[in-house]
């Protein structure tokens, strides 16, 4: 069983800063991970491949230095990794984007053999739009089951899949016929650390790496930002609230006076909530 | 640079939203987005129209009959048994079978499982532009649909256009519009579409669903009150006091993500960015910094009362009133005195 996993390099969120004057995202010196989500796809996706001894592919988009996460997935213990990458994408939206990769996925399929599960994260922690995933299923008209939990079963013999997703309002439990584009949810395994064996085998790896003709794309127009629809018009910081909070005052108050004055302030500002309280108890 | 809309895209007008009802039910982001559609609807001089889809036509008579109290002037139904759960094959060849007969120029879901699942193959499939869990939806002044949506974990906002393709899609989140009011006995139009799909033609099939009503999990972002508690409280013992809170006031309880992380509470209790966005009458937040990814959670509350040690913690730049104490010692103190409140209220009833 061949499958594929699909992994973005994202600037580590918790370290980006805002420019205060220019309002502009300070990118330099930010340091690039895996987006999160993607693990969780990797350790599911690498679960399933050991069950059936089967080969794992990662493949990501992304500019020359996205490599460093292809080589990290290498290390947790992925087969093979493919690197797409081309001025040509720069500037992607979610749909130029899901046609680079469908692209490149066509392209691995007839060189290492038709997957049987392509794997996304979620979403991403930089553009989360979790729109990637069903642009992708779209694309190459496989059957998409996105948020998914776990997989319940998997009948290679029948073409078989039943999965867990979240649903609205609800877990959905369904079923559909193999090959399929999976979004997993974050949260659902813990990725493996992989063996020294792994760590010595990524160190010299060697990166597939394409550029849109290796990908068999032939319509630049359909790429980056001329094949974007959608256009950033402007960036901005949210505008601070004007006041800050009131502050209750707190010194010398024993704790249960304080209570009763946050009480009375909370029912002074908010009458309604007093009512809804009263109507509250008096049906309790 | 703004190129010259193609011409077979002029003939695209009117706004529309997707309602879900998928368990008879309609989401309260429909009507939220209606009452947004309404407006933008009415700046652009065009109808307001909702799109119904199910299995059961009863209960598709009903949300139409709604959307037209919330401000919908027509109606399209696509009843068929093949739509009675979600599928996305089923519900994404519906949609896009509309759009491409009835032609929207904006079309507007809400950023649910279900929203972006079936708006991100929808706009796919139609070769258009989609803008992701949106916060706020504008006309800018040459038209078009300017849908903004916090980034970078809500420390940016960016507006994002559709210029040149049709139609301008958006997924918004629940409970960052405001809830239009309900005009009763208000009614308009129903378009009436067949799918023609049969149930052989669905290759994926819905095995079971199982409600989360049956499961206990939060009902938070339609919450009136909400408590939650941050890492200030520095245990999963102290955390039970935002519980014993919530409890006597009839609240949801909730919190910020790292109490997820360590363990103190499920995931679907988690505020903000990455967790649910929270709009009631009131909310108390005890030991919670106010990063930037909780406020643009919470920002939409009537009431935000925090409670915090460190008089220049952040949260008391949104927070409407502001203690700084223990939350520890507060909190017990909070519970019993709201306890003593509706008790003497229950004795005078
Ligand atoms: C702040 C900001 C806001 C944006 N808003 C929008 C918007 O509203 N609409 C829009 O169309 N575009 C938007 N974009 C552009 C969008 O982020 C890019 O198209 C990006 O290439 C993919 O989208 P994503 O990061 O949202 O991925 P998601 O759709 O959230 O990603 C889902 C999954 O797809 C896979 N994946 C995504 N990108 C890649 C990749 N490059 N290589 C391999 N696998 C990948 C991963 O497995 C990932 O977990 C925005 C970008 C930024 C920076
Ligand atoms: C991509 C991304 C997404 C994120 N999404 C979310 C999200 O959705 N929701 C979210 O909440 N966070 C999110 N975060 C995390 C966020 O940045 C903060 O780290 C988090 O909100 C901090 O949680 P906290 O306020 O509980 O803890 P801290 O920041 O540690 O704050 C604890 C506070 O408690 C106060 N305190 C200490 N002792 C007491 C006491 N006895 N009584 C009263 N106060 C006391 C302290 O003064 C301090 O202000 C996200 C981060 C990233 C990078």
Redesign the pocket.
Known sequence: MHIVV???QVPDSAQIRVHPVTNTIMRQGVPTII?P??LF?LEEAMRWRDKFKGALTV????PPMAEDSLRKALTFGADRAVLLTDRFFAG??????SFA?ASALEKISTEFGAPAMIF?????I????????PGIAKRLGLNQLTYVSRIVELDQAADKIVVERRAEGGVQILSTRLPVLI?MLEGVNEIRRGTLDDALRAARAKIITWNAADAGITDLTLCGLRGSP?IVKKVFAPSPRAEKAHKIPTADVPVELLAENVISEIFKRQPAVEGDLMKFSAGQ | AKKELPEHFKAYKHVWVVVESEHGEVHPVSFELLGEGRLLANKRGVELAAVVLGGDAKAIASAARECFEYGADLVYTVTDPVLAHYRNEAYTRAMTDLVNTYKPEILLLGATTLGRDLAGSVATTLRT????DCTELAIDDEGSLAAT?P??GGSLL?T?LTLNYRPQMATVRPRVLQMPSRQTGRTGRIVEHALGLAEDDVVTKVVQFIADRDSNKAQLSYADIVVAGGLGLQSAENFQLVKSLAEVLGAEYGGSRPLVQKGWMTSDRQIGQTGKTIRPKLYIAAGISGAIQHRVGVEGADLIVAINTDPNAPIFDFAHLGIVADAIRLLPALTEAFRKHLSVNRLAC
Do not use: E, H, P, W
């Open positions: 699909c992994m973005k987006n989500y993607d796809a493949l990501t988009m992304g992607s939206d979610t749909l130029a984007t990769l996304t994260g979620k979403q991403t930089d553009g989360d739009t979790a729109q990637v995933g979004t959608t | 532009g989609l803008t992701a949506r980034t970078f960016c994002i």
